[in-house]
């Protein structure tokens, strides 16, 4: 892990404070955060000031600063909740962006040493992805890895990733009914691998744990399908599962890898799972939709940044998905948006 | 893993003898074998008696034995080296199959404890597959493991398994230019995962360490192509490549799972990837057209059995490929001959 050189300047962790107290949050992190700039966004639904400890390199970024960028008017761009991150992604100049939950901390492996997420993520994101043929040895550009027999010569150069997506520790990300029926279960297998998702496989994208490299998919990141009442709690939340259908079909339409496993997290307790069980599964239940949608979606030719496979898209999503469901025709509507602001924004900078 | 029951007597190990002395790989899984009905066939340019020690319950099938009930005359099958153990896959009347390597012996996983391998593999065979969405957290079958967050309900209860591949500790199954290449490449990275392989995803499945249901895809393990002078180095062997991408096909089709990772092997030596290097890549030249080729495979509607789908790979085969390479239109017609054998074999018992 430590043979690949980490530009510090390339990257940007984002947080997003869901809590005012990160003090125990970042010096659990310290020694890894601290070498990197940092962007917080404060869920502009929580009132009062963070505290931060000394010694990072880092910009706030607080309801304030959203009303002046996005303007508070008639957007249908919601940053509450867990999708304040969004903005982050927004405002970074940086090549690759890390996002990590801030009701998590470093996992250990199973040698019992704390493991550095950041530069996981970015070894994941600097070497190549293979997507059109699994290799059954997992990541063939691991150390002490290769490609196994009868893999063509020709695939194995593969080619860029776009995202990354880590895994979890302890509580693991299931949903509320899986994690009100079994309380007690908790994550303890640590699986020492890294690997590509192959292309055309849809999976559910967790933003608990993630990097992924902004001029290759940044604009494909959009905060488009919120639920009702979610936002404040994972197992209520299937914003990030939107968004990983959307980068992955990007990825596989401009050929890009999506990569997931190492790094892990580890994820503390938050909320109360019976609690959230008792509101309505909408989300469980629109993911009967969102997912054959997104299996059988096939972009055109045309499209050849992720700005315009998002456009292309949104159109979809509003022609096959929109008339069953306000909330789908709200999520084209705001992917719409998205890539306005994101255009208009980075345009600034 | 204890808690999934095994019937002994629906299980046959079907071991390919290429070496007259079995005893020292025999001894090394004794506590495993001695359980099971064992087939072996004697590779059958391997001339003299087996060494078999006491104590297994198994049956010997030798040259004679594939004459008789082949017939030596005009049959396009070959059953010779790692191939002869085809002929125990014919022979066998059980549900499940495993197959290992005559120079693999038991891997240890990460906590020193010995592996029981065709333990894990009956309980990849007899849980779930999910070949149509993927688990971030890997076979949601596993003790302490669930299907995480945004998988849809209605894909949870998966699908029934037709191929269990395991891996391979210490000498990995590298191709011969990899292993010269890197001579001293070994593989010490134990994942402790199941994965199924999703749908429509194409691998290089190794015969090395596998096991498979007979009822749902035993036509489709077929013998049928062969380089010229291949088949006593698995380096220099594409046989079971073939083989398994068929089998793939096939699952794809019929809507069954393939799953792959757990359990290791451990592989020891076995002759010279230099001089192997020296040979004709024909092997590795193949690839690149039979990778495409079972990529962009579809199977009509018609084909309901994994007889009626190796009748029809065999159909495109020759059509598409029978036409560019000797090796391909051979490969059809052993695959035709097979299905002949398979089911006259089967009847009979």
Known sequence: MSQIIIKDDEVDIVIGALQ???????????????????????????????????????????????????????????FSGYSCRYFGYLMSRKKYIISIDDDCTPAKDSNGNFIDAISQHIINLTTPATPFFFNTLYDPFVEGADFVRGYPFSLRSGVECGLSCGLWLNL?????????????????????????????????????????????VGPALVPAFRLGK???????????????????????????????????????????????????????????????????????????????????????????LGASNTMFARAAETMVEWTKLWKRVKAQS
Not at 186 to 202: E, F, K, W
């Open 230 to 320: 979610e936002g404040k709690l994972r197992w209520e939340t299937v914003e990030d599962i939107w968004t990983g259908m959307c980068v992955k079909v990007v990825c596989d339409h401009l050929r890009l890898g999506v990569k997931t496993g190492l790094p892990y997290v580890w994820r503390k307790e938050r909320g109360d799972a019976v609690e959230s069980l008792k509101k309505e599964w909408e989300g469980v239940k629109l993911m009967e939709d969102v997912v054959p949608f997104f299996q059988s979606l096939r972009l055109s030719e045309a499209a050849v940044t992720a700005e315009d496979c998002v456009a292309e898209i949104a159109a979809s999503v509003k022609e096959r």
């Open 172 to 216: 693991a990300d299931y949903d509320a009914p899986t994690q009100a029926l079994k309380p007690e279960l908790r994550n303890s297998r640590y699986v020492d691998a890294v690997l590509t998702v192959p292309s055309r496989t849809m999976m559910p994208v967790s933003g608990i744990n993630i990097g992924f490299n902004t001029e290759l």
């Open 20 to 78: 005012s107290d990160l003090t125990s949050f970042m010096e659990e992190w310290r020694t890894v955060f601290s070498r990197f700039h940092l962007i917080i966004v404060q869920d502009p639904d929580l009132k009062g000031e963070l505290q931060i400890p000394e010694g990072f390199n880092h910009n706030i970024y607080k309801k304030s600063d959203i009303d002046k960028v996005v303007g508070s008017s008639s957007t249908p761009i919601s």
